[in-house]
């Protein structure tokens, strides 16, 4: 099992910028394959914002070029670089990390985080 956890959220105004960190543990021995951001407004799907894998990133067109994703050197934490921030960026973003493991079965496994609220508002 891998636990993902989020944090950064906040209250932001409009044009600002955040930060949001995702980490990935666990007790056992996982490769991460992918990290990714997803976002959920109220009364809306769940979309993609960004996906970052082997070091290639791809965006959402609503945030291509105003958030940048990236990991750290472990590959094991993704950050989502949030600038000019927009009333519609407002949300609960959450982290989704693909894994592989030997155990209890090899093979593929993915995992949600709980969510870290963003809000832009003046």
């Known amino acids: 099992q891998v636990q993902v956890e989020e944090s950064g959220g906040g209250l932001v105004q409009p044009g600002g910028p955040l930060r949001l960190s995702c980490a990935a543990s666990?007790?056992?021995?996982?490769?991460?394959?992918?990290m990714g951001w997803y976002r959920q407004a109220p009364g809306k799907q769940r979309e993609l914002v960004a996906i970052i894998s082997g070091g290639h990133t791809k965006y959402s067109e609503s945030v291509q070029g105003r958030f940048t994703i990236s990991e750290d050197n472990a590959k094991t934490t993704a950050y989502l670089q949030m600038a000019s921030l927009k009333l519609d960026d407002t949300a609960l973003y959450y982290c989704?990390?693909?894994?592989?493991?030997?155990?209890?079965?090899?093979?593929?496994?993915?995992?949600w985080g709980q969510g870290t609220q963003v809000t832009v508002s003046s």
């Open positions: 666990g007790s056992k021995h996982f490769s991460i394959l992918d």
């Open positions: 989704n990390v693909t894994t592989s493991e030997a155990s209890p079965v090899l093979g593929l496994y993915n995992y």
